[in-house]
């Protein structure tokens, strides 16, 4: 669990069904809170590109939220890929 106003990486490797990493077009980090309500969207480009298909974001966890939910997307042969997972939020 992390710490509201701690900065997290937030990190993705996009692949193929088989495992094979991808590089899609037009990627996108989405931040929602628990209601599915977006926070924010960010459009992301090599200098947070670690790898083929490895995208990250430091990105500073909001102290009004206890958990959100985060969203990497782009477009890998004309279809949308995506990513998504939370992280919960503890106030100190």
Same mark, same amino acid.
């Given at each position: 669990? *992390?710490? *509201? $106003?701690? /900065? ?5 490797? %996009?692949?193929?069904?088989? $495992?094979?990493a991808v590089e899609p077009t037009d990627v996108?980090? /989405? ?5 599915? #309500? !977006?926070?924010? #969207?960010? /459009?992301? @480009? @090599?200098?947070?590109? +670690?790898? &083929? $298909?490895?995208? %990250? ?7 009004? !939220?206890? +958990?959100? &939910? %985060? +969203?990497?997307?782009g477009v890998y042969n004309n279809k949308p ?7 919960? &939020?503890? %106030?100190?």
């Amino acid at each position: 669990m *992390a710490l *509201a $106003g701690d /900065t997290v990486r937030l990190k993705c490797h %996009f692949k193929t069904f088989d $495992g094979t990493a991808v590089e899609p077009t037009d990627v996108k980090l /989405t931040i929602y809170d628990t209601n599915k #309500q !977006q926070i924010e #969207q960010i /459009t992301l @480009d @090599d200098t947070n590109k +670690e790898n &083929i $298909g490895v995208y %990250f974001y430091d990105y500073v966890l909001p102290m009004n !939220q206890s +958990e959100i &939910i %985060f +969203e990497f997307s782009g477009v890998y042969n004309n279809k949308p890929i995506l990513v998504r997972d939370s992280v919960k &939020i503890q %106030f100190n």
